[in-house]
């Protein structure tokens, strides 16, 4: 699939922003005033920030609030109700927090199980896919999940929870990098079954129905920066998990370090994130006798 | 709603005969061309005079090659467009409810005024039956020519999709499959119609109707091979044939 940009950016900062949120919700850490304003300036700059990002691949952005309309049956539509709503009732409990120095803790916890809701909604979007089988598994709301808990806890400074939830997070990541190699060919789909010639014999693409690529095989057949797939597995991994988890638990602990966590673990949540979209193979590759 | 109806009054759609099929893409210019003017905005076409042209189709045909070891390899010509799956899986995801797929006659269409061009409903396409415009911002998509079909004011001859109508080998066949009397349920039924990656779940109304087996010649015997194939022998010819052939072997 193709790596859009603005989609890698919605999934990463939107998962982080939301991830902060539930933290925050639970009351971890138990802050009030001007540092509740800090941190949930942070939560809302990345959860609206990643939101106006994944507006920018639109054909037709203006038509973007239709998109709230089709919650039965849609995981796009239903992710973009919950965002909002997690935005609004975590706007009610950060007020409470910030200016009344009032701790409304049941507000807290419904903001914080919509905002991890809205993150499960984000990752079903790609879950959903049967033509993409790499993303087609339950590990893919899993990771999605330990990307907002693990970035949420460096960005809320819940060090012994980061430590943890990034080493699971890493282990969950390898998993999904290995078992994702086999998706496609345990899927079965071939161009035998695709064209529905298997029972003739072997199959393969004589003539492209054109002569240069058109918008299927630009955005579903991404085959570039594939060969540096191996590298950026590990640098990622490196980034993300290992890094920050070294800081933590090897350096001394101070807003720079801290810091310099946050920076490293997103770095290498962009490297996964671009992974994830730019090695997903989607069947209609199939047809044009490719992958 | 973009819930996808329990079922569908009729099952509208195509049976591609792939023995028939040869390769001569003018469904592709056809389709094109009455969908650019018709339905929606129009399909556009960027860099079209340019080294790297490409544009919106709603039909394309692929051409595929199928070897068994035994036997030469034969061609097979695959025109593809929107099969109007009855578990179509690109009107769930729409966020929008621009698609939406017809309780009366099971056509999948766009609602080009809903769409806010996200493209999600292309990703769930597992055939490649959507294409974003990208002049227009909206999902494109076959429409089995529903301005055409219902269409009192064109001859009744022209009421069926333009590829079926263009079509000038008789590849392309329009039908209700819910109707088993019908040409196409008929068709299917005779010529063992298949769906397309049915392991997909997506149910496709659409058929495509399997070559023929071609006749084997990968022996010498079965079939007369031009004669400057054939082995040099004279050994059976008699009277002047004889003659003429001991004469010029003396030469």
């Given amino acids: 699939m193709h790596p859009a940009p603005s989609v890698i ?13 539930g933290w925050l919700g639970v009351g971890l850490p138990a802050v009030s005033g001007w540092s509740a ?78 905002s991890l809701g809205t993150v499960f909604t984000t990752s079903m979007i790609y879950a959903q896919m049967k033509t993409v089988p790499r993303w087609n598994t339950p590990l893919t709301p899993a990771l999605f999940f330990l990307y907002a808990l693990a970035g949420g806890a ?31 060919s345990r899927a079965g789909h071939t161009i035998e079954t695709a064209t529905g010639l298997g029972n003739l014999g072997r199959v393969r693409l004589l003539e492209s129905p054109h002569s240069s690529p058109n918008y299927l095989l630009k955005e579903m057949v991404y085959v570039v920066g594939r060969k540096h797939v191996d590298k950026l597995r590990v640098i990622a991994i490196f980034l993300m998990g290992l890094v920050p988890v070294a800081i933590i638990v090897l350096l001394p602990n101070n807003q720079f370090m801290a810091a310099a966590a946050v920076i490293s673990h997103i770095i290498g ?9 730019a090695q997903a193979e989607h069947v209609v590759g199939l047809y044009y006798g490719k992958r | 709603m973009t819930s996808l ?13 792939l023995d028939t099929c040869v390769g001569c893409h003018a469904c592709v210019i056809s389709c094109k061309e009455w969908n650019t003017s018709n339905y929606g905005s129009p399909l556009s076409d ?52 621009a698609s939406y797929k017809r309780s009366e006659d099971g056509i999948v269409l766009v609602n080009e005024d809903d769409c806010m061009g996200c493209g999600l409903c292309a990703w769930a396409c597992p055939y490649g039956a959507r294409e974003m415009d990208v002049a227009e911002g909206v999902m494109k998509k076959c429409t089995l020519c529903v301005d055409r079909i219902y269409n009192d004011n064109i001859p009744e001859e022209d009421r069926v999709p333009s590829c079926v109508r263009t079509c000038p080998a008789g590849a392309r066949h329009f039908g209700d499959f819910a109707d088993p009397e019908s040409n196409v349920s008929i068709l299917s039924a005779e010529r063992g119609g298949f769906a397309l990656m049915a392991e997909q779940g997506t149910n496709p109304v659409n058929r495509y109707l399997p070559p023929r087996s071609k006749a084997d010649i990968s022996g010498n015997d079965q079939i007369e091979l031009p004669a400057p194939a054939l082995e040099a022998e004279t050994g059976g010819a008699k009277g002047f044939l004889s003659w003429l052939d001991k004469a010029l072997e003396k030469i």
């Fill in chain 1, 269 to 277: 949540l962009f490297a996964s994130r671009w992974l994830f979209f």
């Fill in chain 1, 154 to 184: 460096l960005l809320a400074g819940q060090t012994s929870a980061a430590v943890l939830l990034l080493i699971v997070l890493s282990i969950v990541q390898v998993v999904a990098w290995t078992l994702g190699e086999e998706s496609f």
């Fill in chain 1, 37 to 114: 304003f800090a941190l949930f300036f942070v939560a809302y700059g990345l959860a609206v920030g990643g939101l106006v990002a994944s507006t920018f691949h639109l054909g037709n952005p203006k038509r973007a609030i239709k998109a709230f309309s089709q919650w039965r049956s849609s995981w796009l539509s239903r992710e973009g109700i919950l965002a909002i709503v997690s935005l609004l009732v975590m706007a009610v409990y950060a007020i409470g927090l910030i200016f009344l120095n009032q701790r409304w803790q049941i507000v807290g916890w419904a903001g914080a199980v919509l």
């Fill in chain 1, 9 to 21: 950016i919605f999934t990463a900062l939107s998962g982080l922003g939301f991830g902060l949120m």
């Fill in chain 2, 5 to 17: 109806p329990k079922s569908t009054d009729k099952k509208l759609g195509l049976a591609i005969d």
């Fill in chain 2, 46 to 97: 960027m860099d079209a005079y340019g080294a790297q042209p490409s544009g919106t189709f709603l039909n394309r045909v692929h051409t595929y090659e199928v070897k068994t070891l035994e036997r030469a390899a034969q061609v097979v010509h695959f025109p593809k467009s929107c099969l109007h799956c009855e578990d179509a899986p690109c009107v769930t995801v729409c966020p929008t409810g």
